[in-house]
C-alpha cells in the first residue's frame, strides 16, 4: 500500500502542477511520525520547507528527529496555526476519517482551504470503506466534496482492501494487482483537490 501511495502521489503532483517540489512549501495535517514527509523530501521537497502537525506529542518528538529542520508542532487541525496562503500543498492520509465530529472535520477542512495558496492544491488519502473499526468515520466522494464546497475533486478509487492484500501480497504480487485493477474490493480514495480560483 505504502508503494502504491508513494506512486500515486506523485502521479497527483504531477496532475496538479506541483512538480518540481523545490521550492514548494508543504503541510502534512496529521504528520504522524514523519514518514511522509521524508517522502516529500526523497521527491525533491527541501526539509525547511516541509510542516507537519500531529496531536500526540511523542509521535511530534519523533518525526522532529526523523527530519531535523522541518517545523513540526503539536496542533490540532481544526485551528492550524500558520497565515492564510502559506502553503502550495496540504497532505492528509487517514486524518479526516480519524475525526468522529462532523463539526470538527467541518472546521479542518475549512482551515486547509484558508492556508492554501489560491494556486496550491490538497492531496487527500482516505479510505471509503472501513466496516470493522468503529472509531473512524469512512468517507465518500460526496462527504469529500461537502468538506471543500465549489472546490475542484479528482479522486481515484484505489487500494486493496488491507485484509485481502495482507492474506495475497506474500503469495502472489501480480494477484493483489489484478485484483486491485478490478476496483470491486478497492476501500481507498487518492487524490486532489484545488479551488475553483485556480489558474490553469
Not at 97 to 116: F, G, N
Not at 140 to 166: E, H, I, K, Q, Y
Amino acid at each position: 500500500m505504502h508503494h502504491e501511495h508513494e506512486r500515486l502521489l506523485l502521479n497527483c503532483l504531477h496532475r496538479c502542477s506541483q512538480v518540481p517540489l523545490t521550492a514548494r512549501r508543504i503541510l502534512e495535517v496529521g504528520c504522524g511520525e514523519g514518514t511522509w514527509l521524508q517522502v516529500f523530501e526523497r521527491l525533491g521537497a527541501a526539509r525547511t520547507n516541509l510542516a507537519g502537525i500531529e496531536l500526540g506529542p511523542d509521535r511530534v518528538e519523533t518525526a522532529r528527529n526523523r527530519v531535523p529542520g522541518a517545523e513540526i508542532l503539536a496542533a490540532d487541525a481544526a485551528v492550524l496555526p500558520w497565515p492564510d496562503q502559506t502553503f502550495d500543498v496540504v497532505f492528509q492520509r487517514m486524518m479526516f476519517t480519524s475525526i468522529l465530529d462532523a463539526e470538527v472535520r467541518r472546521k479542518a477542512a475549512a482551515e486547509i482551504m484558508r492556508v492554501l495558496k489560491p494556486d496550491g492544491a490538497m492531496i487527500w488519502v482516505d479510505f471509503f470503506v472501513n466496516p470493522r473499526n468503529p472509531h473512524v468515520r469512512p468517507l465518500g466522494r460526496g462527504d469529500v466534496r461537502a468538506l471543500f464546497p465549489g472546490w475542484n475533486a479528482t479522486l481515484f478509487r484505489t487500494t486493496l482492501a488491507p485484509p485481502l492484500a495482507r492474506r495475497l501480497a506474500p503469495f502472489s504480487w501480480s494477484a493483489a494487482r489484478a485484483l486491485e485493477s478490478l476496483k470491486v474490493f478497492n476501500t481507498f480514495f487518492f487524490g486532489y483537490l484545488t479551488s475553483p480560483g485556480r489558474h490553469g
